[in-house]
């Protein structure tokens, strides 16, 4: 089994940044991609950026592209979502996902693909 655990989330107001970290346990030799997710009150839980085990394969939603970077650090087993230029669109739970897919070399985009998932942690932009 592998566990989750988001942090870095808080209240900022609209244009600044936070630093979401997730860090894995467990059995974390069997991750490979790893993605955020995120779901506001009333909507679905979708993709926000996704890296694959490599990261040489990144995905963002256009809705975060240019203001969104995913990253990771394996030694760590740690993967980051630096967020700038926040909007109050934002706001949001934000979740950590892994997938233990054997040989898997993608940024994976669909929900379904995750095998784990992380407790989440609140974002709330203000106006």
């Known amino acids: 089994q592998v566990q989750l655990v988001e942090s870095g989330g808080g209240l900022v107001q609209a244009g600044g940044s936070l630093r979401l970290s997730c860090a894995a346990s467990?059995?974390?030799?069997?991750?490979?991609?790893m993605g955020w997710f995120r779901q506001a009150p009333g909507k679905e839980r979708d993709i926000v950026a996704a890296?694959?085990?490599?990261?040489?394969?990144?995905y963002y939603a256009d809705s975060v592209k240019g203001r969104f970077t995913i990253s990771r650090d394996n030694a760590k087993n740690t993967v980051y979502l630096q967020m700038n230029s926040l909007k109050p669109e934002d706001t949001a739970v934000y979740y950590c996902?892994?997938?233990?897919?054997?040989?898997?070399?993608?940024?994976?985009?669909?929900?379904?693909?995750?095998?784990?998932w992380g407790q989440g942690t609140q974002v709330t932009v203000s106006s």
């Open positions: 996902a892994a997938d233990s897919n054997i040989g898997s070399q993608y940024a994976l985009p669909r929900k379904s693909e995750y095998d784990y």
């Open positions: 467990g059995r974390t030799f069997n991750i490979y991609a």
């Open positions: 890296i694959s085990r490599s990261a040489g394969s990144l």
